[in-house]
């Protein structure tokens, strides 16, 4: 095969294998998606840059393999990686990340509960200790309070005697 036909074939296969980079890089959002909800405007803006660096990935890939011209058989390759990507690995990849990673999330949560379990046990301990002595600072407060009103009393009928 001549050199120009060789290099139209591995442009071809870099369109696909950049369709397959695309599908795949928008599944680990969708990935994301799943475990953390989002609202309409985060989702959109995610969707806005993804597809914004996407922009910027395909036009260098064009302007390296082609000189930034657009060829159809590229959009087409890259229409046929997302194709074969979606067909063969997409539903299955999907599913099976996201529940694997919300298990680890969920293994990784309940550890931490366990670890922080005696924290929890101090923290509580500390607050009961801090409320008992308040109680009793408190109790000793009023006592000081009464001994001096008291003390006032005796103050002024000493005073109003003389």
């Not at 397959?20 to 969707?47: C, N, P, Q």
């Not at 690995?89 to 670890?115: A, C, E, G, P, Y």
Request: charged share 20%; proline share 1%.
């Amino acid at each position: 095969m001549s050199q120009e036909i060789m290099q139209e074939i591995t442009f071809f296969i870099h369109s696909a294998f950049m369709g397959l980079i695309i599908t795949f890089a928008y599944d680990w959002i969708r990935m994301l998606r799943r475990l953390f909800k989002h609202g309409k405007v985060f989702m959109s803006v995610e969707d806005l840059l993804f597809w914004l660096i996407c922009g910027i990935g395909v036009f260098y890939m064009l302007y390296r393999e082609n000189d930034g011209t657009l060829r159809w058989f590229a959009v087409l390759g890259a229409a046929m990686g997302m194709f074969f990507y979606k067909i063969v690995i997409r539903d299955v990849f999907v599913n099976v990340m996201s529940t694997f990673i919300h298990k680890i999330m969920w293994f990784l949560s309940r550890v931490l509960q366990i670890v922080l379990k005696p924290l929890k046990c101090l923290i509580f301990a500390g607050k009961t200790f801090v409320l008992h002595i308040k109680k009793k600072l408190k109790k000793c407060k009023e006592f000081i309070k009464k001994r001096l009103t008291v003390c006032i009393k005796t103050i002024r009928m000493v005073l109003c005697k003389h």
